[in-house]
């Protein structure tokens, strides 16, 4: 691997947690008209659609055993993933859920090697950088709030950080193919539509056009399917072939220290002491895990 890919892997990483960081704000001003499972589906339908514009046809080299990967891709990291997480808020607090979600750096670690038999070696670091990294999350996720469990919403969580891990074990895979990122991403979110499929009667699915024509509605819907969908999910499929599945997942540490920042910038919240101490601890998680890569 050279320092010229490692490079653009950490920067393409670093752009899309910082993306998708930014998604909950836009995803909370949504529900105030939509339902999760109507956001869910509308953002993916956009980005699937400005994808094949990009990258039209059928994926090369596909065999039986691919396109078996490929709808596992989708299923997990598009269907049932937003799913649980999207259901496991309604059970438990956001706080817990952001917890649990932040481990799936470890649950991928465990899940590429138990189930993909991966040769990455965690090592020592990385279960220190894991345990600094996590007291930090906590630290700012239960800044302010009692510390609740909610054993549905919080097996559900777990359950939706297991699914990501095998997203992107799959992803991995499929990095192998030489196929373009772009093409992946794009055939990835048609196998995820079409499971989504069954649960938007289920859920309860309205295209309804004049929730969708207001600005502040439209504007949102358009960041979430262009930028955190379309754009992100393809430079994440980059920075796990470039840095590989464990690796790239790391930055995931970094999801509640931008939901800090952007808090403070935006919305004007204090940064209190406790958010600053478990920004700091999470990103020394992040370096010593990181470093245990080279």
Same mark, same amino acid.
């Given at each position: 691997?050279?320092?010229?890919?490692?490079?653009?892997?950490?920067?393409?990483?670093?752009?899309?947690?910082?993306?998708?960081?930014?998604?909950?704000?836009?995803?909370?001003?949504?529900?105030?008209?939509?339902?999760?499972?109507?956001?869910?589906?509308?953002?993916?339908?956009?980005?699937?659609?400005?994808?094949?514009?990009? %990258?039209?046809?059928?994926?090369?080299?596909?065999?039986?055993?691919?396109?078996?990967?490929?709808? &596992?891709?989708?299923?997990?990291?598009?269907?049932?993933?937003?799913?649980?997480?999207?259901?496991?808020?309604?059970?438990?607090?956001?706080?817990?859920?952001?917890?649990?979600?932040?481990?799936?750096?470890?649950?991928?670690?465990?899940?590429?090697?138990?189930?993909?038999?991966?040769?990455?070696?965690?090592?020592?670091?990385?279960?220190?950088?894991?345990?600094?990294?996590?007291?930090?999350?906590?630290?700012?996720?239960?800044?302010?709030?009692?510390?609740?469990?909610?054993?549905?919403?919080?097996?559900?969580?777990?359950?939706?950080?297991?699914?990501?891990?095998?997203?992107?074990?799959?992803?991995?895979?499929?990095?192998?193919?030489?196929?373009?990122?772009?093409?992946?991403?794009?055939?990835?979110?048609?196998?995820?539509?079409?499971?989504?499929?069954?649960?938007? %009667?289920?859920? &309860?699915?309205?295209?309804?056009?004049?929730?969708?024509?207001?600005?502040?509605?439209?504007?949102?819907?358009?960041?979430? &399917?262009?930028?955190?969908?379309?754009?992100?999910?393809?430079?994440?499929?980059?920075?796990?072939?470039?840095?590989?599945?464990?690796?790239?997942?790391?930055?995931?540490?970094?999801?509640?220290?931008?939901?800090?920042?952007?808090?403070?910038?935006?919305?004007?919240?204090?940064?209190?002491?406790?958010?600053?101490?478990?920004?700091?601890?999470?990103?020394?998680?992040?370096?010593?895990?990181?470093?245990?890569?080279?």
């Amino acid at each position: 691997m050279t320092m010229k890919k490692t490079a653009v892997g950490h920067a393409v990483a670093l752009f899309t947690i910082i993306v998708w960081g930014i998604t909950f704000v836009c995803t909370k001003v949504l529900l105030v008209d939509f339902s999760p499972v109507e956001i869910l589906f509308l953002r993916f339908v956009m980005a699937f659609c400005v994808l094949y514009a990009l %990258s039209p046809g059928k994926l090369p080299g596909m065999t039986a055993r691919r396109r078996l990967i490929v709808a &596992g891709a989708g299923l997990t990291g598009i269907c049932l993933y937003y799913l649980l997480e999207n259901i496991a808020l309604g059970h438990t607090l956001a706080s817990n859920v952001a917890v649990i979600l932040a481990a799936a750096p470890l649950f991928t670690a465990l899940v590429a090697r138990v189930v993909f038999r991966s040769r990455e070696r965690l090592g020592l670091r990385f279960a220190l950088g894991f345990l600094v990294a996590m007291t930090g999350i906590c630290l700012i996720s239960f800044n302010g709030s009692r510390l609740s469990l909610n054993p549905l919403g919080d097996v559900l969580a777990v359950t939706a950080g297991l699914v990501w891990a095998f997203y992107a074990c799959l992803t991995s895979v499929m990095g192998h193919w030489g196929c373009s990122s772009l093409q992946i991403t794009r055939v990835t979110f048609g196998w995820g539509l079409l499971f989504m499929l069954p649960f938007l %009667s289920f859920f &309860g699915f309205d295209l309804d056009a004049a929730r969708l024509l207001k600005p502040v509605n439209l504007v949102n819907l358009l960041f979430l &399917g262009l930028v955190a969908s379309a754009l992100c999910f393809t430079t994440w499929n980059m920075a796990v072939r470039a840095l590989g599945t464990v690796r790239a997942s790391l930055y995931i540490y970094l999801v509640p220290v931008i939901t800090v920042i952007v808090s403070v910038i935006v919305l004007d919240e204090p940064l209190t002491l406790l958010s600053a101490l478990g920004t700091v601890l999470t990103l020394a998680g992040l370096f010593l895990s990181q470093s245990s890569r080279r």
